[in-house]
């Protein structure tokens, strides 16, 4: 994506703050896919992840499992599977 400013000449500046907007959103997507991950893995093997689980990123934002993850129910792992 190529930002210009009025003159034409293209504007890092504001190409770098937009990326930087849009990183928590991104990381937030990414534990969530890593999470959906985990929980499908554990299911094929038979096995619930349970308990608290912490996902931190490398700039040490802590991502907790319970609110990344899309099926809280063990029940609703075992029925989807």
């Given at each position: 994506?190529?930002?210009?400013?009025?003159?034409?000449?293209?504007?890092?500046?504001?190409?770098?703050?937009?990326?930087?907007?849009?990183?928590?959103?991104?990381?937030?997507?990414?534990?969530?896919?890593?999470m959906t991950t985990l929980d499908n893995?554990?299911?094929?093997?038979?096995?619930?992840?349970?308990?608290?689980?912490?996902?931190?990123?490398?700039?040490?934002?802590?991502?907790?499992?319970?609110?990344?993850?899309?099926?809280?129910?063990?029940?609703?792992?075992?029925?989807?599977?």
């Amino acid at each position: 994506m190529s930002f210009r400013n009025a003159e034409g000449y293209q504007d890092h500046t504001a190409e770098q703050a937009i990326y930087n907007a849009d990183r928590e959103a991104r990381v937030k997507a990414k534990a969530r896919r890593l999470m959906t991950t985990l929980d499908n893995m554990a299911s094929l093997a038979g096995f619930v992840i349970s308990g608290d689980i912490r996902l931190i990123d490398r700039d040490g934002n802590i991502h907790k499992a319970a609110e990344l993850r899309q099926r809280t129910k063990a029940s609703d792992i075992f029925n989807n599977s």
